[in-house]
């Protein structure tokens, strides 16, 4: 245990010192196939390249044919390109949970105590319950967990990635002799696969928002109207939790709209699940805290016109699914029953009063969030 939080603090320090990809924010990322995405490399450092030809590796599962791009496509805003609630691993089995939209995520804080709301909260962290405290913890749990990539140790792990055609560019990258043992190797790899995650292929910021914000482009009226009702915190109340605003704690100052807290929005369970015990979040990795139990952490909202369904269980399949519970919680019948009564969030949403026109408009604004927008000349 020591010794691979020594490997962890030393990966730390090492990516910290990386060559970063030289971001090409002045010349937007733009692609329409998934091979274009897997071909176009300019720019990106080598330790994202590797991690990329990792993140498109299906022979690194076990057994063989499913790689993350599997699950966190870059042609649905790196969520699972299925748009299943629960994703089919390589081991054909499925997980309880939606596949997150990975894009954008690598910005959140370590999990940690922030004051959100005037209250201390726990922010940050990643997977829907922040089970990986800290970004270079991510990457290991999918080529490990039985519902997804199934590797079972590390030795299967090293041997394969031993195979892969990108090793001789891992080693000199890192050095062969730096590559010892099966461990070393792995953690090596989950750099490279956190180089990825944090380049500007995978965090693109082309959406027409980003535009409109360079004043490049101007929104619709509509698109107008819907932001205002987003924001407005006695209206649609988004953005308590959706920020507008940039996170002194996250570690950019885009707008990402999320707080990176985590809220119980007293969703119902998942059919599918009925009979399944309660899915606990947050609170597993809070020392079990009754306070914390049913609590999600709050995702980004860029690209979800593409990341279909919704939610950590993705009990909903569309965005007008997510405005009519917002709005309808506390009076539709449909929704009376949640999964988690006693930490539910009562006062920011469940009647909101909105019309069936002020949600077509924010949802049009949630649309302006879409990666690969062309400013037409
Ligand atoms: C079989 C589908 C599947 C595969 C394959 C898969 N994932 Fe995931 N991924 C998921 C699901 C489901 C979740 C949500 C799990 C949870 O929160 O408990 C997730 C969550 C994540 C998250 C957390 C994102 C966030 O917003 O906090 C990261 C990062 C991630 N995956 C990276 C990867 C990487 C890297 C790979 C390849 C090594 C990979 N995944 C392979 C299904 C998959
Ligand atoms: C109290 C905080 C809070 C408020 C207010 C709030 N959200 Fe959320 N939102 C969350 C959390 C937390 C989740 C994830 C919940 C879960 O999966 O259990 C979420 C999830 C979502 C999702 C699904 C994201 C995904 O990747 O599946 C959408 C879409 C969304 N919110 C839109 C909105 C809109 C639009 C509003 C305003 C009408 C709003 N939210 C208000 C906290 C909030």
């Known amino acids: 245990m020591k010794s691979s939080l020594v490997i962890i603090l030393f990966l730390s320090l090492f990516l910290f010192s990386c060559k970063r990809d030289s971001n090409s924010e002045n010349q937007p990322f733009y692609y329409s196939t998934e091979q274009e995405f897997i071909n176009n490399n300019d720019g990106l450092s080598d330790s994202a390249l590797i991690g990329k030809l990792i993140f498109f590796d299906a022979n690194l599962s076990e057994p063989v044919g499913v790689s993350c791009a599997t699950c966190h496509s870059p042609m649905s805003g790196f969520s699972d390109p299925r748009h299943t609630s629960f994703s089919e691993g390589s081991a054909h089995q499925f997980g309880t949970r939606n596949a997150n939209a990975i894009s954008y995520m690598t910005f959140a804080p370590n999990r940690r105590a922030e004051v959100v709301r005037g209250i201390w909260e726990t922010v940050g962290g990643f ?19 039985p519902h997804e990539m199934n590797i079972p140790n590390f030795g299967i792990a090293s041997t394969k990635i031993k195979h892969a055609s990108y090793y001789p560019k891992l080693e000199k990258l890192f050095g062969s002799a730096s590559l010892a043992d099966s461990q070393t190797i792995v953690f090596y790899a989950v750099t490279c696969l956190q180089a990825f995650e944090q380049s500007y292929q995978v965090n693109q910021f082309t959406s027409k928002f980003d535009f409109y914000l360079k004043g490049k482009v101007t929104l619709s009226a509509q698109e107008m109207r819907g932001m205002q009702l987003f924001n407005d915190t006695t209206k649609a109340k988004c953005s308590f939790c959706h920020l507008s605003k940039p996170v002194y704690y996250a570690t950019t100052d885009k707008i990402l709209f999320t707080d990176y807290s985590y809220e119980n929005l007293g969703l119902p369970k998942h059919p599918d699940l009925s009979g399944t015990p309660v899915d606990s979040g947050l609170a597993k990795f809070e020392n079990n805290n009754p306070a914390e139990v049913g609590r999600f952490k709050t995702p980004t909202l860029r690209n979800i016109e593409k990341t279909a369904p919704y939610m950590h269980s993705g009990i909903f399949s569309t965005l007008e699914d997510v405005l009519k519970f917002y709005n309808e919680r506390d009076i539709n019948p449909d929704f009376a029953h949640p999964e988690v009564p006693a930490t539910m969030n009562t006062e920011d949403l469940g009647n909101l009063h909105l019309t069936q026109q002020e949600i077509a408009d924010i949802i049009a604004f949630l649309k302006t969030l879409t990666d690969g927008y062309k400013v037409p000349q």
């Open 127 to 145: 997977f829907w319950d922040g089970k990986a405290e800290f970004l270079n913890q991510q990457a290991l749990f999918p080529l490990m967990n």
